[in-house]
């Protein structure tokens, strides 16, 4: 084998590693209550104090007296609970829905959690502490009354920061790196000498600076109460040769995070802390450890070369920090659960691309980071890849092999898009070709921004269902009334109407987003996060407070598909071939073209049904719930409109439609996008930043799709809507490279909160190098028509078909769901039959 | 660009985007209509008659076959140039059906291709007059032609043709074209077994500038779609060969002293 640029020798994997990921899943991952106790407890004794001198005081007294644990083979230590891959609760945010979900969380479709009844008692007592202190019921008194009908009645829902932590951002982790928090510590008691006390904002900055001295000491002290466990399991254990691990272990912990690290596993080790703890801090997901083949590699580079460590061994460590990635947890309300299934924390973790020179910037960890994801095997990180012209070909060759064995990563994200893309968003050129990505599929600079990429799900198909009912919805005049369909005469008029519900809805949706964002800054500023993001420390204020020097607000919108299609069908059909009127269109929808209820729906509204007559005293038999079932579910047409309606599902059929590389519609479906993108990018949020919009559903396509009736394009009711910018279920029709084309033709640019396509590939399609050349050339291809995202799953239908039924032998199946990777078989069902009904792509 | 040659006229029944098993990279194949060879294992039936015809596919009933014009094809081809190049060698192939049956189209057609600078493939039964093929020849970059059998009898029973024309123009096509590649289709009961494969590998080596052959294993993909146009399978019986047998046959080819592999 000719030696090229990389080190690419296959490295086999320790069996430590298997050990500890065996040891992930040995037990449903449960809920402890020491972080909630001991928040609270804090909180008691700091009322009347500045907020953030409280949050700083209450992470102190968390990390000094929060269990500690060091696992079994673990070389790189820090956990954030007892238990492996269970959460800690944050009450601060909300509480009230695991209070009510307290004896259903366990049972759940989506993500469950054990909870003991000794948790269950010790949390009902923290939560007295906290009625009417929490972010949520802030924000709620300060959204408009409209916001929150539209919320209620499923037109946007900004739930995720609206019950948690905002998370989503990539801290300074090179700064950590080389100077430890004592260097931080030492930064801001430079920036608190230089005040003056006669300052305007003296009482705020002085305030945080010393939180963050706090902080940067609880996080020290908490690093050596590892060391000092780590070297007392050292004089018990009689394994000699994990006494000296546990020695090392005691040694690194001393060390660091307080000071710069001098090895590749000092390095690794104080990576994690400051991973772990970010998301001790807050409930905020999306942390994202970003490039981390950039940072690490310095550190990597000098022990090879000074002979201190061998490749094998570094690669040991790395798949060490992989599988702590896994063992973080959180637990989310049911409904967000269905909208971020699979147990997922979003950590994204990207390699490759250019450095800010605009040079290649691929290094053999990049490839090592490809072999730590083949190790461990498991959904975190979220593991990226950065791709430009000058990405070596043999990086992507070996991207392909991991694509290949079905994990669903990495995604791949393009910088010829992105980086002009942070531009256009006010960054310098060398800032955006240092981007990262968070969570998803969220380009950002790491270190200086605040993104909130994640701020709201935006459902494109609703505000159309309400141009056919003139804005009402459930009997509530929910939206402006933009006419009755019935006297519309010309398309230009249909869409003006869509274009009137779409900005309104845009508008509440700002207005809930920034009373949750205000709420945040009140209540919950985050001393340790801000201390690793620029310029807060300089500012003197919080990241919740607008410390960044990037501020973004970035909700996002999914269903183009349907709304392209569908608003592309009444164009055709309605307004020049003059078929039907759209009062007959109309009465289509309402009577969801005549097809009986989706199967899952009819069965969960059975499931309400049934319980409302259980809960009012009466018995049941099986028959008697088959029979309610099958009245649900049965649609009441007449026949002859029954007739009528397949007829105009079958000329809706017969129309092009978006993802088949037909210009004329992929036109109008880049216009439709921008009904979404471009009224949003006018808005600003209270940190001082604007709005950009993402094109991507994480999985809520499935569950809101779950609310929203028929569309024109001729999905039925109930049913999931498009994910991201894909097509629609089903409906590319003309191969991968077709449907690529067509999704390169929207604008990736504007969304630069990212857009997300998905492509599902039968595995035949990868097989042999020539399948990896193939595949390359694809993602090449889309790259180069200006496409920002794609990620794959490579995973027969067969096989998911055989998951479903016999979900015992497939545990570790792996799928992509939408911006990340879960369990297939932690997936609710209806996830499970979208990932399943994507269209297969195959090579011919 | 000469005009007449956008405007010819050809049938098809078929465009497939993002072929990645006939000719090399990614490649955009045009399945022409009307066959003068009718072998039982046929995946494309609906390609052999000439005539338009109804296929009944899922239950939806479709004309196949459609007249187009060398414009139309090449702007079809056109849309996936990017994917071309990316994996270095793409482009077009001419499959069918016999892109030999329709030389004035299909030369047009390469040509054009040719011209815009997209790498071009035909993958043929070789069985027509050598002057019909060298209309095609000067316009082709691969050359995939199937050589089924070296046994005149066997080959007629099982396609209706004898190969004496076939042999004959290949040892012509070798000399002529820039680059051929023979392909074999592995049919148990027709030639699966290590003599016949062997004699074929022979055969494909005595060729001048042969290097490489591939065998293509026998599948039931295109079953259905007897059904589908009222005939019947009569190949039902037969079973797809085993891994091990497909092994064992590639390892006769390179025996021969060609580059060989399993599948396009």
Not at chain 1, 82 to 100: D, I, M, N, T
Not at chain 1, 140 to 156: C, D, P, Q, R
Not at chain 1, 348 to 373: E, H, P, R, V, W
Request: some cysteine.
């Amino acid at each position: 084998m000719v030696r090229m640029k990389f080190y690419t020798e296959p490295i086999a994997k320790s069996p430590r590693i298997a050990k500890l990921v065996d040891a992930l899943f040995e037990k449903m991952p449960q809920i402890e209550a020491d972080r909630a106790v001991l928040l609270t407890e804090s909180y008691k004794s700091t009322e009347g104090e500045p907020i953030i001198t409280r949050r700083a005081k209450a992470f102190r007294h968390i990390l000094e007296n929060i269990p500690i644990t060091i696992r079994d083979n673990e070389l790189i230590v820090g956990s954030a609970t007892k238990a492996p891959r269970g959460c800690q609760v944050f009450p601060e945010y909300s509480f009230e829905w695991l209070e009510a979900e307290f004896d259903t969380v366990e049972k759940r479709t989506a993500d469950p959690f054990y909870i003991s009844e000794e948790t269950k008692q010790t949390l009902s007592q923290v939560y007295k502490y906290w009625k009417g202190k929490t972010t949520s019921e802030l924000a709620t008194s300060y959204m408009s009354e409209e916001a929150k009908l539209a919320i209620e009645h499923g037109m946007f829902t900004p739930g995720n920061y609206f019950y948690n932590g905002i998370g989503h951002v990539t801290v300074d982790y090179p700064k950590v790196l080389a100077v430890g928090y004592a260097g931080i510590k030492k930064e801001a008691e430079d920036a608190l000498a230089a005040l003056s006390r006669g300052d305007a904002d003296f009482a705020k900055r002085s305030h945080f600076l010393q939180a963050v001295i706090i902080s940067c000491d609880a996080v020290v002290r908490y690093a050596r109460r590892y060391s000092e466990l780590a070297a007392s399991m050292a004089k018990t254990t009689s394994d000699v040769r994990r006494r000296k691990e546990l020695e090392d272990i005691a040694a690194v912990c001393r060390e660091v995070p307080e000071y710069g690290a001098r090895s590749f596993r000092e390095a690794c080790q104080s990576f994690w802390f400051v991973q772990m703890l970010l998301q001790v801090e807050s409930s905020g997901h999306s942390i994202s450890p970003g490039r981390f083949d950039q940072y690490m590699y310095p550190y990597y580079k000098k022990d090879l070369d000074e002979g201190k460590i061998t490749r094998e061994e570094a690669q040991e460590l790395m798949d060490c920090i992989w599988v702590k990635l896994n063992d973080l947890n959180k637990v989310r309300d049911a409904a967000s659960a269905e909208g971020f299934a699979g147990y997922s924390l979003f950590q994204n973790l990207i390699t490759g691309g250019q450095d800010q020179y605009g040079k290649d910037a691929t290094n053999d960890l990049s490839f090592m980071c490809i072999t730590a994801t083949e190790h461990v095997f498991l959904p975190q990180p979220s593991f990226s890849v950065r791709v430009w012209n000058g990405t070596p070909h043999e990086f992507l060759i070996r991207a392909g092999e991991l694509t290949r064995t079905g994990i669903g990563l990495p995604a791949y994200y393009n910088d010829e898009v992105i980086i002009p893309a942070l531009q256009s968003r006010g960054l310098t050129l060398a800032e955006a070709r240092d981007y990262n990505i968070i969570g998803c599929v969220e380009p950002q600079k790491a270190a200086m921004t605040d993104g909130w990429h994640d701020a709201a799900f935006f459902n494109m198909c609703r505000p159309l269902e309400l141009v056919f009912s003139n804005g009402r919805d459930k009997g509530v005049q929910l939206g402006p009334r933009t006419g009755e369909v019935e006297s519309m005469r010309s398309y230009e008029e249909f869409e003006q109407a869509y274009r009137a519900q779409m900005n309104y809805f845009i508008e509440l949706l700002v207005n809930a987003d920034n009373a949750i964002d205000v709420a945040h800054g009140e209540r919950c500023p985050l001393p340790f996060q801000s201390c690793m993001v620029n310029d807060c420390i300089a500012r003197g204020k919080s990241l919740q407070e607008g410390g960044a020097v990037y501020n973004f607000t970035g909700p996002q919108g999914f269903g183009i598909a349907n709304v392209a299609d569908g608003m592309y069908a009444i164009k055709k059909l309605v307004f020049e071939q003059k078929k039907y009127t759209l009062g007959f269109i109309k009465k289509a929808l309402e009577d969801n073209y005549g097809a009986d209820m989706d199967g899952n729906m009819a069965a969960k509204l059975t499931q309400q049904v049934a319980a409302s007559v259980v809960a009012a005293g009466k018995e049941l038999t099986a028959e008697d719930i088959k029979t309610v079932y099958l009245t649900i579910r049965a649609n009441k047409a007449s026949d002859e409109d029954k007739a009528k309606y397949a007829q105009l599902l079958a000329d809706i059929a017969a129309i092009s439609k978006f993802g088949n590389d037909d210009d004329e519609v992929d036109a109008f479906a880049r216009e439709m996008a921008y009904t979404y993108t471009k009224p949003l990018e006018t808005y600003r949020n209270p940190r001082g930043g604007i709005y950009q919009a993402g094109l991507y559903p994480v999985s809520a396509n499935v569950p809101l799709g779950a609310q929203t009736g028929a569309t024109p394009d001729g999905r039925l009711a109930y049913t999931p809507v498009a994910d991201g910018v894909s097509p629609a279920a089903g409906r590319d029709l003309k191969g991968p490279t077709a449907a690529a084309n067509s999704v390169s033709r929207l604008d990736h640019f504007i969304a630069s909160n990212g857009t997300l396509f998905n492509m599902k590939f039968h595995p035949s399609a990868l097989e042999g190098r020539s399948g990896l050349e193939s595949f390359v050339a694809l993602v090449r291809g889309y790259f180069d028509q200006k496409g920002s995202h794609i990620q794959f799953n490579v995973v027969s239908r067969e096989t998911l078909r055989d998951a479903q039924k016999h979900p015992e032998k497939y545990k570790s199946l792996v799928v992509r769901v939408a911006g990340y990777s879960a369990l297939f078989t932690t997936l609710s069902r209806g996830l499970q039959e979208d990932i399943i009904n994507r269209t297969e792509q195959q090579g011919f | 660009m000469e005009q007449s040659l956008l405007e010819t006229k050809g049938r098809i029944f078929n465009i497939q985007r993002f072929s990645i098993h006939d000719g090399p990279g990614v490649r955009t194949i045009v399945f022409l209509k009307g066959c003068p060879l009718r072998c039982r294992w046929c995946c494309n039936p609906e390609s052999q008659d000439w005539k338009p015809e109804t296929m009944v596919t899922a239950g939806v009933s479709k004309t196949v076959g459609k007249d187009v014009t060398v414009e139309e094809v090449l702007r079809e081809i056109e849309r996936d140039r990017i994917y071309y190049r990316r994996s270095g060698h793409g482009g077009v192939t001419l499959s069918g059906g016999e892109c030999l049956w329709q030389p004035d189209f299909s030369a047009a057609l390469l040509r054009v291709c040719r011209e815009v600078g997209i790498s071009t493939a035909i993958e043929t039964t070789g069985y027509a007059d050598m002057d019909v093929i060298r209309k095609l020849l000067p316009y082709v970059d691969t050359v995939l032609m199937d050589i089924k059998h070296t046994n005149r009898e066997k080959h007629k029973e099982f396609t209706t043709r004898d190969n004496e024309l076939i042999l004959e123009n290949a040892k012509h096509i070798a000399k002529e074209a820039a680059d051929l590649i023979i392909r074999t289709p592995v049919i148990p009961t027709f030639n699966a077994t290590e003599e016949e494969i062997r004699s074929i590998a022979e055969f494909a080596k005595s060729l001048d500038g042969v290097e490489e052959m591939h065998l293509l294993p026998y599948h039931r993909i295109g079953s259905d779609k007897y059904a589908g146009l009222g005939r019947t399978y009569t190949m039902a019986h037969i079973q797809v060969p085993e891994k091990e047998t497909m092994q064992k046959l590639l390892n006769v080819v390179q025996d021969v002293g060609l580059r060989a592999k399993i599948g396009g």
